[in-house]
């Protein structure tokens, strides 16, 4: 994306707040985007409670859009896959083509649990703990709780992650409104399971109504339970992290490009006896290390730790595997890389890396930041048929499925 310039607009669609410090918060963070933007006309438009409206922004922005060249990318600034993001907001952009029917409105996807905001809540989390040890610590994560059960279960997930990732005694998901538990619940449950500290965060991105509201029910219920230690973090706010998340959904859309299709160009890699890098050892590495073992690659594993199928492979000699973090001279001799941990700084210098030495690169976490991308793919018929879309994995599943169904029907 270096030296590419971007003509679509960029609208901000954020929830809204009565709340000053919320409507300051969400201004800031738009003109930290601006500002990793520079060539782009960045503005913020609201659902309710705050304007200008979302449809405000987009004719505003559509207004100050070329006339031959009509284009905006609507970013929901929603952590949740909820009814805003679902019916509100596409209703909204709907509105708003009607009035300029020449132009091209992207929507991207919503922030979702991106890893970048999961750095970002854990920051806040280390900020509320002072001096207390995770290990001793019960996690109450509250979220809004929506109609759509997806999202509700997004956030379950999304606090098992914690558990899993972040040392607690026990982590529990709560939500304020809809659906159960409620908040308090969420506390009497942590309570019970013989913690003697509790930390309660809320998943909410600035100051406003449920911020309010998670700070007073949690505060109330401590002067209620005196043996207990309640403390409670603060919102994720106008940061580096989230901005990073809303620029990377920008540039997924990639409004630069004009090519119906993916811009990628599709060729074959003739891997076989040929030297192969993996960084990270997880799922991702778990999922695509088998397909280049059957083109005959030989995979170099770099990860201090691995998943027990990757563990299996190196065990039987199929893989090499160096139980260590990720070395600059990893990279010599390797035609093609692979960069899967879970931590963007390490991915960062595996594809700087490679740029420097002319090898293509995939990112498992930003794809417009490598040089090489993975499709979808499928074997019929003694042939492997793969699908690139626009960066989008979830529509290059859905089209190889699609294809796949249409041959077996043929």
């Known amino acids: 994306m270096q030296g590419t310039v971007m003509t679509a607009a960029l609208v901000i669609a954020a929830h809204g707040t009565r709340d000053p410090a919320g409507q300051l918060v969400a201004h800031a963070l738009t003109a930290r985007v601006a500002a990793l933007l520079p060539d782009v006309d960045v503005s913020v438009g609201f659902i309710e409670l705050s304007h200008p409206t979302i449809p405000e922004a987009l004719s505003a922005a559509l207004s100050r859009c070329p006339a031959d060249d009509k284009r905006v990318v609507v970013v929901p600034l929603m952590l949740g896959t909820g009814t805003h ?38 920051r806040r989390i280390d900020d509320a703990m002072g001096d207390w040890r995770r290990e001793d610590t019960t996690l109450v994560l509250v979220g809004r709780g929506a109609l759509v059960p997806d999202a509700n279960a997004d956030h379950v997930r999304l606090a ?66 005196p043996e207990t230690a309640v403390r409670v973090g603060e919102v994720i706010g106008d940061c580096d992290e989230l901005a990073g998340v809303v620029l990377q959904r920008f540039r997924d859309m990639r409004p630069d490009h004009r090519v119906e299709g993916s811009p990628a160009y599709v060729c074959g890699l003739l891997l076989q006896d040929r030297q192969v890098l993996i960084v990270g050892g997880g799922n991702v590495a778990q999922r695509r290390v088998p397909t280049l073992l059957e083109a005959g690659a030989h995979v170099r594993l770099v990860s201090p730790t691995a998943t ?30 692979q960069a899967t941990t879970d931590d963007p700084r390490v991915n960062r210098r595996v594809a700087h890396g490679a740029e420097a030495r002319h090898t293509f690169c995939v990112r498992a976490d930003d794809a417009w930041a490598g040089s090489a991308w993975t499709p979808a793919t499928m074997r019929t018929r003694g042939a492997t048929v793969s699908v690139l879309s626009n960066k989008d994995p979830r529509r290059s599943r859905a089209l190889r499925d699609e294809i796949a169904g249409l041959l077996e029907g043929a």
């Open 308 to 337: 027990p199928a990757l563990e299996h492979l190196a065990g039987t000699g199929q893989i090499e595997w160096h139980r260590r973090p990720f070395e600059d001279s990893d990279l010599e001799g390797v035609w093609y890389v």
């Open 160 to 225: 098992r992650m914690h558990y899993e990732q972040g040392g607690w005694r026990n982590v529990t998901p709560c939500f304020l409104q809809v659906t159960q538990p409620h908040l308090p619940e969420g506390l009497d449950r942590a309570r019970a399971q013989g913690t003697g500290q509790i930390l309660v965060i809320g998943h909410w991105l600035f100051p406003g109504r449920m911020r309010t509201w998670t700070h007073e029910q949690a505060l109330a219920w401590a002067c209620d339970h």
């Open 85 to 122: 993001v679902r019916h509100d907001i596409p209703d909204f952009i709907e509105e708003v083509v009607a009035e300029f029917p020449d132009a091209r409105i992207d929507y991207a996807p919503h922030l979702g649990p991106d890893p970048a905001l999961f750095r970002a809540v854990n």
